[in-house]
């Protein structure tokens, strides 16, 4: 799944310093028994597909997509975004580096799961693209 998001590295030593944005893509992976109750839709799957996109989408996709990532202790960009008028802020409480999201993705994501299918299903691994030939990974 992909969203656009915007975010800087505040002590970054390079052009991460500046206000930029990237084309994230989240790869999510579970795990759980395959449902062998002949009469289940989800019959042979761990989980259908689309719901896992639904948790996924509803958890961080919707949240985070065309939203501007800040650190909750960049008060500079905290306090610039504060001044726009309806504008999609999501105060982070880690860096928004690629390894930081991922890890607060997988820790969202475990709560909601948790929540859901009471540790039956579980994400394992959270993948996040910042750019088609970086990521980070969360497990």
């Given amino acids: 799944m992909e969203f656009d998001a915007g975010h800087r590295i505040p002590s970054h030593k390079s052009s991460c310093k500046n206000l930029h944005g990237h084309r994230y893509a989240i790869e999510v992976t579970v795990k ?10 989800d019959f042979g ?18 949240p985070w ?12 960009v905290i306090n610039f975004l504060a001044t726009l008028k309806d504008h999609k802020t999501v105060i982070f409480p880690k860096v928004p580096t690629a390894e930081n999201m991922a890890l607060v993705a997988m820790e969202k994501l475990k709560k909601v799961f948790d929540e859901k299918f009471k540790a039956t299903i579980i994400p394992i691994k959270v993948r996040l693209y910042e750019t088609p030939n970086n990521w980070a990974e969360a497990f």
């Fill in 65 to 76: 997509d065309h939203a501007f990532i800040v650190y909750e202790k960049d008060h500079e």
């Fill in 32 to 41: 759980g028994d395959i449902i062998d109750e002949e009469q289940k839709s």
């Fill in 45 to 62: 799957m761990v989980m259908d597909f689309k719901d896992a996109k639904e948790l996924i989408r509803q958890t961080i996709v919707t």
